[in-house]
């Protein structure tokens, strides 16, 4: 008996956005106002990589980054979760599907001497460049027209799914745990013994809840929660079983 947990990051594990975040090194601790007009939907990553040239051009170097980076607090709880987990390894693989990058999660994690907790983390790869400005990469291609172009976080799941049972390993259960729109992908994908987490009050579970009234609820059980302590209580009850 083996179960999945998959993550996501900001709002989910960290109770703020990551890349948003990074905004207090900024000199004033805001971007210019045509930086920060110059999103367009579906295209963050393309946007953060012009938040870190802007950063690097103001002289923001790496170790102020991380500085900032690991004071991101924890959502409510979720010290006590991880801490659960890592408890249970042997019942539980662990990963991260992320629209963040490499480095921000790899600093929190470490910090917080949680990195152990997870067996792979999928995210946007990021390096910092020869000038000491941090580059992000899209983490693949997919053709997915639900999902932002650089992650479809369905297709990682599934691939994750397939290499485990090239392995040999299956799972009792996945336990699918987020709060964003690009969550809701790969909560589509699960079955009816799969058990999607939505947070509570965030747009995840707003798509759910839209789903079942338009009469094509997703497949897997849904659980909302509003503090990690809540997922710990579940997942103490699953093992139980």
Not at 15 to 28: G, L, R, Y
Not at 141 to 163: I, M, T
Request: hydrophobic letters at 40%; one cysteine or more; a negative charge.
């Amino acid at each position: 008996m083996k179960f999945l947990l998959v993550f996501d990051f900001d709002h989910t594990i960290v109770d703020e956005n990551s890349d948003t975040w990074i905004v207090k090194c900024a000199p004033e601790k805001k971007l210019p106002n045509g930086l920060r007009n110059s999103y367009r939907p579906g295209h963050w990553t393309e946007y953060m990589g012009r938040v870190f040239v802007y950063l690097g051009d103001n002289g923001v170097k790496e170790d102020e980054m991380k500085r900032t980076m690991t004071t991101i607090p924890f959502t409510a709880g979720m010290v006590d979760l991880l801490g659960f987990i890592g408890e249970n390894k042997e019942l539980f693989d662990c990963i991260i599907v992320s629209d963040s990058n490499t480095v921000f999660i790899d600093w929190i994690l470490k910090a917080a001497d949680f990195h152990k907790v997870f067996d792979e983390v999928f995210t946007n790869p990021a390096v910092f460049s020869s000038t000491g400005c941090l580059t992000v990469q899209n983490f693949h291609a997919h053709h997915c027209a639900k999902c932002p172009k650089n992650l479809c976080k369905r297709k990682v799941l599934k691939e994750f799914l397939d290499k485990q049972l090239e392995r040999g390993v299956s799972y009792t259960q996945i336990v699918y745990i987020g709060d964003g729109g690009n969550d809701l992908c790969p909560v589509m994908f699960l079955k009816k013994d799969d058990i999607a987490m939505p947070r509570q009050g965030y747009t995840l579970e707003k798509k759910i809840s839209q789903l079942a009234q338009d009469l094509s609820p997703v497949a897997c059980s849904v659980v909302v929660w509003s503090s990690a302590l809540d997922i710990m209580s579940y997942l103490k009850l699953l093992i139980k079983e």
